[in-house]
């Protein structure tokens, strides 16, 4: 399976941003695909995952002002980021995968960057 991420880029304190990921391949291997994120000298964290049914999860930071969406016809997983704060400067990185391992795939990472 592979990955290609698009959409990130510089948005101000409040603004907004949509990040998407396609899919390609084998994707009838996957079932699960997600956002996770790193920042300077943090740890990988997982922001936001959905799977082909629709069930998604959020890390706290990112409820209420993320939502995760996914268009199975085209194999794309879309992140669309409102309210963004500093600390969500990071590279984004899209991941896909099954239930029981759902980052076996790594796209190549979309930089957001948000500045105050």
């Known amino acids: 399976v592979q990955l290609q991420a698009y959409g990130g880029g510089l948005v101000q304190t409040g603004g907004f941003l949509r990040i998407s990921c396609g899919a390609s391949?084998?994707?009838?291997?996957?079932?699960?695909m997600g956002w996770y994120r790193q920042a300077p000298g943090k740890q990988r964290e997982l922001v936001a995952s959905?799977?082909?049914?629709?069930?998604?999860n959020y890390e706290d930071s990112a409820k209420g002002r993320f939502t995760i969406s996914r268009d199975n016809g085209k194999y794309t997983v879309n992140l669309q980021m409102n309210s963004l704060k500093a600390d969500d400067t990071a590279i984004y990185y899209c991941?896909?995968?099954?239930?029981?391992?759902?980052?076996?795939?790594w796209g190549q990472g979309t930089e957001v960057t948000v500045s105050s």
């Open positions: 959905i799977t082909t049914g629709g069930s998604t």
């Open positions: 991941s896909a995968g099954t239930t029981l391992f759902p980052s076996t795939y």
């Open positions: 391949g084998n994707i009838l291997s996957i079932n699960v």
